[in-house]
Nanobody, 125 residues
Framework: QVQLVESGGGPVQAGGSLRLSCAAS????????MGWFRQAPGKEREFVAA????????YYADSVKGRFTISRDNAKNTVYLQMNSLKPEDTAVYYC??????????????????WGQGTQVTVSS
């Protein structure tokens, strides 16, 4: 069992930056690929970024490529999402998730086994 707790969300103006963190419980964090997803009001949850268990492989949604960076620190059981050049359309609840896989980090939410409670990001124009 893995418990995930996100932090770092909040209000920010367009063009600004935020760094989200996701702290995981348990001693097997490095067995999991980690992903970030988001859900805006009235919309389905969508993939944002993912990182393999080793941190070597990363994958981004086209909408955030070049602006967001996912990283992880296995010694701290934490995954990060650095978000730069934020846009109003980035406004959403952001969730981190863990997938039990040693393969390429998945982009489908169905592949993820554990989820955090989410953190709100609000970008104003």
């Amino acid at each position: 069992q893995v418990q995930l707790v996100e932090s770092g969300g909040g209000p920010v103006q367009a063009g600004g930056s935020l760094r989200l963190s996701c702290a995981a419980s348990g001693r097997t964090f490095n067995r999991y690929a980690m992903g970030w997803f988001r859900q805006a009001p009235g919309k389905e949850r969508e993939f944002v970024a993912a990182i393999s268990w080793s941190g070597v492989n990363t994958y981004y949604a086209d909408s955030v490529k070049g602006r967001f960076t996912i990283s992880r620190d296995n010694a701290k059981n934490t995954v990060y999402l650095q978000m730069n050049s934020l846009k109003p359309e980035d406004t959403a609840v952001y969730y981190c998730a863990a997938a039990i896989t040693y393969g390429f980090p998945p982009s489908s939410s169905d592949r993820y086994n554990y989820w955090g409670q989410g953190t709100q990001v609000t970008v104003s124009s």
